[in-house]
């Protein structure tokens, strides 16, 4: 067996990924194809290519099923150059790598068969696979210790290395005794690749090609063959909607973990949810139940309080966001800006300093620096068919309960009555009020009780 730490280098070599995701997944009881269910935001497929590149995959082929162009869109979202082929018929996993002869054909270093529902594989692994067939290995399949190897199939190890890959319903009263199980997931020498899956045969009652045999097949070439053990979690599968949160929970862990780790202080990480390409800086502070979509980004020494939901968006060093608070995708906040309780802002800047503390919409807006948004104020950018912005200049004032209505700007050290309706450009250093004058009725109050208590009761 190969440890991980024991694997040498792979180098510069070329290689190819195969990436199995023909699947239909219906345990998952989903309109969705199973491999395009998301964890931490990316779908499985995604991960599954996002590892493999990172392990210096140089080339990818995914192997969909007939008329999945939503899958094969999503592969080439998830790695541009990846090529895609069509699976028609379901004769199993090695039919399924044959579907990629051509690539087969070409001539790479290695070769690594994945599976688009086993999100939770590393680049680490990955890497270490290519390293076991860079340093001399054949054949190479990743194996786990489980702690109930009841239904997978077994890895038979002899002394020169792995002897065969027996399925569960195969094995003998000892061979079930093994703990060392297949994850399915294999790695070949590049050279030999074609040769190996090609000699595979349907002999078996489900008259299937299975990728298993391939241990067989170079045995009897000559060839070696190895196991990578690899932790159970990792090489964990999806198929059904109770093993997808147990994934998104594994995956979680695994981003809290490195968040953590890389300076960033969770008070609650368990109620914290991240996205696969959430950034946090140093020092950061996240208090507990905030919610990170994808693309966020959150400079050293920024705080995210409680309850708050961020997505697509960049936080500066030292800003404060939340509680309560909605930072959509396009929002960019700048060094020590604060976004208070009850705040959404969408296609927003807000410059260094500035503050809009509570119960406010800013969208489609820019604020300068050291500006400040009174409690109730939304920028009234949409109406009904486009969208308009609202500038608001350097140490401006907002005063409560305004609306500014786009296109409109407000220059800078300019303030805002309360309550007013913002319809035209205000000067710099200038006072707009915009509201109906008050008017007082002396005694009316009482006469209006009176009014009410003679009128007959109902």
């Known amino acids: 067996m190969i440890a991980p730490?024991?694997?040498p280098a792979s180098g510069a070599r070329s290689c190819l990924a195969i990436v199995l995701a023909a699947g239909e997944?219906?345990?998952m009881k989903s309109d969705l194809p199973k491999v395009l269910h998301t964890i931490a935001g990316r779908s499985?497929?995604?991960h599954a290519i996002a590892a493999l590149v990172g392990a210096g995959a140089t080339d990818v082929v995914v192997v969909v099923g007939p008329d999945r162009d939503d899958v094969a869109r999503e592969a080439g979202a998830a790695f541009g150059k990846a090529r895609i082929v069509v699976q028609r018929e379901r004769l199993g996993t090695a039919h399924a790598v044959l579907a990629a002869r051509e690539a087969l054909m070409e001539g790479h270093d290695d070769v690594v068969v994945a599976f688009a529902d086993t999100p939770l594989m590393t680049t680490e692994t990955f890497t270490s696979m290519r390293a076991a067939i860079a340093g001399g290995t054949h054949v190479l399949a990743v194996g786990f210790e489980a702690a109930d190897p009841t239904g997978y199939g077994r890895l038979v190890m002899a002394d020169e290395?792995?002897?065969a890959i027996v399925e569960h319903k195969d094995a003998s009263e000892a061979e079930r005794r093994i703990r060392l199980c297949n994850a399915g997931l294999l790695a070949l020498s590049g050279p030999h690749a074609l040769d190996i899956i090609a000699r595979i045969v349907n002999d078996n009652a489900q008259r299937e090609y299975y990728l298993t045999d391939a241990v067989k097949i170079a045995r009897g070439l000559g060839l070696s063959a190895q196991v990578l053990v690899a932790p159970e979690d990792e090489v964990q599968g999806v198929n059904d909607r109770v093993q997808l949160a147990r994934a998104e929970a594994a995956m979680q862990k695994r981003l809290r973990d490195a968040a953590m780790r890389a300076g960033a202080t969770l008070l609650a990480p368990d109620t914290v949810y991240f996205s696969h390409d959430t950034?946090?800086?140093?020092d950061v502070t996240v208090e507990p139940n905030v919610f990170f979509g994808p693309g966020v980004i959150i400079e050293d020494q920024a705080v995210i309080h409680a309850c708050s939901h961020l997505e697509g968006a960049h936080v500066g060093r030292k800003a404060s966001v939340g509680p309560f608070a909605r930072l959509r995708p396009g929002v960019d906040l700048g060094e020590k800006a604060k976004v208070g309780n009850f705040v959404e802002i969408k296609a927003a800047s807000l410059g260094a300093g500035a503050k809009v503390s509570h119960l406010s919409y800013i969208g489609d807006a820019s604020v300068g620096a050291g500006a400040n948004i009174g409690a109730g104020?939304?920028?009234?950018?949409?109406?009904?068919?486009?969208?308009?912005?609202?500038?608001?200049?350097?140490?401006a004032f907002v005063g409560s309960n305004s609306s500014l209505v786009a296109p409109v700007s407000i220059a800078a050290g300019a303030y805002v009555g309360s309550g007013t309706v913002?319809?035209?450009?205000?000067?710099?250093?200038?006072?707009?009020?915009g509201r109906a004058r008050q008017v007082e009725i002396p005694g009316w109050a009482n006469?209006?009780?009176a009014r009410k208590k003679a009128l007959p009761k109902v």
């Open 5 to 7: 730490s024991q694997a």
């Open 44 to 46: 499985m497929l995604g």
């Open 447 to 449: 006469q209006f009780r």
């Open 161 to 163: 290395g792995l002897a």
């Open 377 to 395: 104020t939304i920028t009234c950018n949409y109406d009904g068919f486009s969208k308009f912005r609202t500038i608001i200049g350097e140490g």
């Open 25 to 27: 997944g219906t345990r």
């Open 279 to 282: 950034k946090l800086g140093r």
């Open 422 to 433: 913002v319809t035209k450009d205000v000067a710099a250093d200038s006072l707009a009020v």
